[in-house]
């Protein structure tokens, strides 16, 4: 199927791709990836991951239209779960009736309150298919959308955690500069039974007071980068049994290829990153990841 990349229908000029790294010794999901954003075949990026030991891919949605794109893909390929979800700053576009293409006819798709309960209901019926095994990403973002957005936020994301627990689905939060409200809302409404802090971006405290509520961890391509000695912090002080890798891609390229084309074949640079930080092998910080994401994702043990 086709990707569904440059969504305003203009050619992205991009460096080209980097090369394949060394294989993993032990396969190990990208706990979440947006295929529909990369260039080129959805089917070739899988098979390039899985030839590098990185399966299966976590698809992960921030719309009405990229989780059912996410939900067909998963249903199609056996490399592939899917998670489904509005991500935090498309509920204030929705409310504000700035949002579009997530319905079947775009053209009638309802804005205001009524489109968000219109959207959330659309997510509900998704997160039923077997092929979704999570409810993400979603959150709170302060970066991005400022306080006249946070009352839309923040229904979505209750919504959303209403949804992961109803289905007994894992949570993926996205979350900028507003960990304190995460954590509160969080501890208000009743966590779900798993939770993922998705491109962990906290400080070493943050890690610690996910530890402490067994909330997962995952870390993203920026743990190379030169400037991330905060994010390697809470590396530190994360437990192996709470850590999850991921891409994010096509953002956050780790280094050495930092401002090219990320995809989820690049896996092996965070986790070789990763293993070097928290002073483990490669193989047992492999095999820690693997359990941990057949755990969170209802993923099937590999052979």
């Known amino acids: 199927m086709p990707a569904r990349n440059r969504r305003d229908g203009q050619p992205r000029a991009e460096p080209p791709a980097p090369p394949a790294p060394d294989p993993l010794p032990v396969p190990v999901a990208d706990s979440h990836t947006h295929l529909d954003l990369q260039d080129g075949d959805p089917v070739a990026a899988i098979a390039a991951a899985a030839a590098v030991g990185v399966s299966p891919l976590v698809q992960v949605g921030v719309d009405v239209a990229s989780s059912r794109w996410g939900a067909e893909l998963a249903s199609a390929h056996a490399g592939v779960v899917a998670t489904v979800a509005l991500h935090p700053n498309e509920a ?73 627990k109803r289905h007994r689905k894992a949570l993926v939060i996205h979350d900028r500069d507003a960990h304190a409200d995460v954590l509160r809302m969080l501890a208000e409404a009743g966590a779900p039974e798993l939770v993922v802090f998705h491109c962990f971006s906290g400080d070493a405290d943050l890690a610690a007071e996910c530890a402490e509520h067994g909330y997962y961890m995952s870390f993203a391509g920026n743990i190379t980068f030169r400037n ?60 820690a990841l693997a359990s941990n994401a057949r755990l969170v994702f209802g993923l099937d043990p590999v052979s």
């Open 92 to 164: 204030p576009r929705i409310v504000a009736g700035d949002a579009d293409g997530w319905s079947a006819d775009p053209g009638r798709a309802p804005a205001g309150e009524a489109g968000l309960d219109a959207a959330l209901a659309e997510i509900d019926a998704l997160a039923g298919l077997p092929q979704v095994r999570g409810i993400g990403e979603t959150g709170l973002d302060y970066y991005r959308t400022g306080p006249e957005g946070r009352p839309a936020q923040e229904r979505s994301f209750l919504a959303h955690l209403e949804i992961a």
């Open 228 to 287: 991330a000695d905060p994010l390697r912090a809470a590396l530190a002080v994360a437990p192996l049994e709470l850590l999850l890798v991921e891409t994010d891609a096509p953002f956050l390229t780790p280094a050495p290829y930092r401002g090219r084309p990320n995809a989820p074949y690049l896996i092996p640079w965070t986790v070789r990153a990763v293993a070097e930080s928290k002073g483990v092998t490669e193989e047992k910080l492999c095999v």
